[in-house]
């Protein structure tokens, strides 16, 4: 690859270059806003400030307040007054600032962004998406590090995406807000620093909404996982590798809808799984996980499909955190009693 | 610079014009009746008459189980009426569950209207046709949703504005708040109109609110409040009329506190004996919207007994075109219950709508069976 | 027995009588204001009218209106001044008229009412009932028929219970209101009219909070279920005889918490299982019924342990909802599904 | 009995009194100042400086990884200390996330206030002991809570009043509405107190509402709205003072707008240039909560360069007791993550606490068999 120099004599920007899963998001708002007019973001602080992550950063400014609007501190009204707006022909983008902020906002997202397409035959969808920082890992204080996935995955009606990867985080934003129904899109915190070689000029193509990825192919079991979690499990593979075994790691990347295809495929081709998230465990989404793997794939399995997952407490305080969190050890405990005798 | 010149201090807009006056809005049995215009009245009136009979025939189909409930207006028909009259072409209406009277007054078919409470499927019309909303069971939710589309109109150069129709129940959920909030910061063509109609269910009003009226609640978000008597349909409808046109002429949103009563039961399945007097009832029958308009008609010579004939007869077969097309069975395709839920169907949902696909054939092969073979 | 006369000449009550589940319910919020002051009823139209299925009837008539309330219309303010009135000592046993009516007070519900206890060090536990009439298969109309309880479920420090019978119904919601911790406490709105002999003189003590019921053992396979569900398993399980099929019936009776024992005990009995509820099944209850009864049973398991629910759709209209609801056949098939050639 | 005697037409309260001044309540500056308590004026002082160097210490304890955060009520310590200063000892506070100050000017542990901002906990105080709800973090969510504090305080004839804190962007949220609506339906003995500080984070207040003031809100609820210049200590000590005496004594509840501004970033990670000018801050350092009173002070003789060094002293004192005690690292004991989510562990919560526990004895392990063994 040549260097080209621009009229100005600078050299262009290098086809790719590093950037955060902060920046990619940013960059999917922009192209997103730039591409079409119906496409507003709002949110509490998303204006000016350019989120308290600076996802939004300069979305005002270079689209004016009319299309990334700070809205009153309310999350009810945010997303009914999204509602409205969608109802009109516009494709909003919604910012809650944090996962547990999302809840004033239940009722509308249950009884009216989940229901309204179905409610009216179809007339009136919503091609809303809702962002939300989840999860933790971030030293958050209380209410600032839920992962509230499977209220949402439960809700039908609603795309539940969670992006894991630079690439997926602007890839899937712009599906998602290309998507004519409502998506729940949940960013994962401790991933916004994240960094991958990247280029906005020309982001890669991903997989589409509904597709899971395997990140790595294995023989002796496979983990699967999506959103935070990602990074953990790919290192868990790897400190496996001591072990001896050769684990696979699914991404899901969307649990609605759910790819029930690639999960079982790599399951079916270990025998073995381990379901890995931080959210509490208990009627988690790891639970549809493994139910549903298990329904496919029973006559392949050694061993149950385990799981590793938040415990059923409420999120701790961040100096115990860890304790918390799925981490490689415990991954790794999980594989180890997946009875290597049978 | 001053913290007398910051924003923090300075007050945001001016109160006294944003106060209601202290007794409701009336113009029938007031001096400026006499100008009121034939046409509207008339207008009025067929549509009041009209929408009387639909509530007692639609309680009668919930005795026949042809509705699965009916929450009446009867009553309330000024409200109601005037809040459909007073829509532009492409204003939206946001109706709340007991406003099917608004909504059929819009324009919606008046079966169509009621299939949510036929139970056949949820909203029975397309929202977009007559730009009605759908009526909305989950109590204040759709008022934020009315907000929305304003301001997205409003954004878009469109001289659009919405109504709202909520309870006086409906206004101490947050969701009431939050809208007129957003409507007042965002300076949106909406209007909100509060039923006051005394009840939510079995709470009075001293059990709601402590407010010296709801149109009270208007100077506290920063737009103006109006207080107006529910049962004086044209009162109402230029309340209304004036609050749409400076909502969409940018002036922001108003909010309607329309006093009137609900002279019917909760729905067709409550017992309002349990909880209110019949001496209240008897009062307000007293004050019945229909009996207003008549009467100030009457006097100006735009009503006689024929007028009061024919309206009835059209509200007649208005009943009448209800009560038939009630009494047909609606034709239900139980595989539309995957048919709406996405865009496009998930995998989970493809499997299981093949799993009901199977179900239902194998039911309809077991049903062929059992004609086949006669009885023993 | 003999029948006794009492100083009016009327013979005596007999000592047990029929009763609907309402009445059991209204029954137990009866004694248990009469038995603690510190007991108040909370809602919307809970007071002069008796409530929409007339579960609080007569109370404000006998206990005052201070201690059966009718309250502003307002499901989080409700709940968030019952998190107030409990800090201060209270008991109180809110009601939501309707499941879907609940969603508007689901941030005091996570964010408060299962956390303060655990947020102060257990200096602040919350004694709140939350008495929710859910489910279908009663011709509401739309949401009025709500199956919300893997919300709950997901939420750590809640307790979910959900009566099936009569006695249940009273024993239960004493149980409920007697805890320390709050408990969401689910009617099954269909059973509301269901009858038993019954007796509100001498209420019949049943199993404590966190204990499954066999409620009828099987040879063949077992199945799992609560709530609206229960009679309908019972139901299938007589009818499966025909097929020669001898079916065992577990009551969970309480979601949270899950007693692992019995349920894995009669799985394990009969190596084959089917979970029925009414919600939607993706990331539903049965997803973490069946997760965790494989990891229990895995190894006496003969086939996968397959789940019947509603569709992942918004609950339909009630002209459609008997195709939505697990019936006696569609628990059938699955039954037959268990491969029992294996 | 006519419509005219039904609760749905008759106002349910004479709106008058209800209405705050045009102009916010002030003391000190006015001839009223002169007959302040001097005791009130040094014990105001005395926690004005106090919590303003409270405020700077804790600050700096982010800088050294001491806190995980901090928003820091720097330019609010009067209505912080006036809030806490003017309950009863049995009344009760229910703080907002920015509220330590008034915490821990009501007397609670000036350490145990930062344990959920340090880490180790999430409320680090017992409740019960002075009276003070957790610190609120989702905004507004505290405000039914005292309502019903207050409620059931008053159905068991106890004086107590509750003083709840919130935020201008607080207002706006569902619950602060459905709070201050209960509070006037039921009579509750609670006073809240709006702060407006001009932001929610980054929010102006012409974004927030468009309300001639926060105070004219509660017309809407049916009670008395107060304005009041929350930089001025006495001023606001007077409002809230009466308030609660007021709730106390059966007269229900009142809502305080403090006007105020946030003199410190949203908190020590924001970066409050991108969103506001410097003139406005400037204006508002000119209208300074201790300076104001200092000036008073000094005017009257009740305070000297002596006074003045006293104050900062005992400032300096409670600054050097947290800086070092914030700098012991916390006991912590992972196995308490199980200890407090119900009264009695589930048979879930028994395996998992079962399983950290093992995890923490190889933990343990691994780290003893690392020191035994020197590494190369
Ligand atoms: C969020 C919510 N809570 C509760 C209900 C149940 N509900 C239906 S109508 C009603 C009373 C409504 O009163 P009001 O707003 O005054 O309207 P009205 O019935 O008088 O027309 C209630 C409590 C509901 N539909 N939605
Ligand atoms: C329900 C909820 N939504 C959002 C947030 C995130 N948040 C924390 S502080 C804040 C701004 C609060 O503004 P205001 O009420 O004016 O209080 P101030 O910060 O000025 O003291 C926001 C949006 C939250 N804590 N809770
Ligand atoms: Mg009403
Ligand atoms: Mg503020």
Redesign the pocket.
Known sequence: MTTATTAQGRPEAPARRSATMAQALNQALRDALAADPAVHVMG??VGTLGG?FRVTDGLAKDFGEDRCTDTP?A?AGILGAAVGMAMYGLRPVVEM??D??A??AFEQLVSHVARMRNRTRGALPLPITVRIPYGGGIGGVE?HSDSSEAYYAHTPGLHVLTPATVEDAYGMLRAAIASDDPVIFLEPKRLYWSKADWSPQEPAAVPPIGRAVVRRTGRTATLVTYGPSLPVCLEAAEAAREEGWDLGVVDLRSLVPFDEETAAAAVRATGRAVVVHESAGFAGMGAEIAARLTERCFHHLEAPVLRVTGFDIPYPPPMLERHHLPGVDRILDAVGRLQWED | MTVLDTPAWRPRADAAPLLPDQEPYRLLGTPAAAELDPGLLRALYGQLVRGRRYNRQATALTKQGRLAVYPSSTGQEACEIAAALALGPRDWLFPSYRDTLAVVARGVDPVEALTLLRGDWHTGYDPRVHRVAPLSTPLSTQLPHAVGLAHAARLSGDAVAALAMVGDGGTSEGDFHEALNFAAVWHAPVVFLVQNNGFAISVPLAKQTAAPTFAHKAVGYGMPGRLVDGNDAPAVHRVLTDAMNRARDGGGPTLVEAVTYRIDAHTNADDATRYRDDDEVAAWRAHDPIELLEREMTARGLLDDDGRQRAADEAETLAADLRERMHADPALDPMELFAHVYAEQTPQLREQAAQLRAELAAEAEADRAQVAEPRS
Do not use: C, N, R, T
Request: proline fraction near 8%; aromatic fraction near 24%.
């Open positions: 509490e602080d308290v501190l999350e600032q944090f547990a902020f809840y004033p209410h």
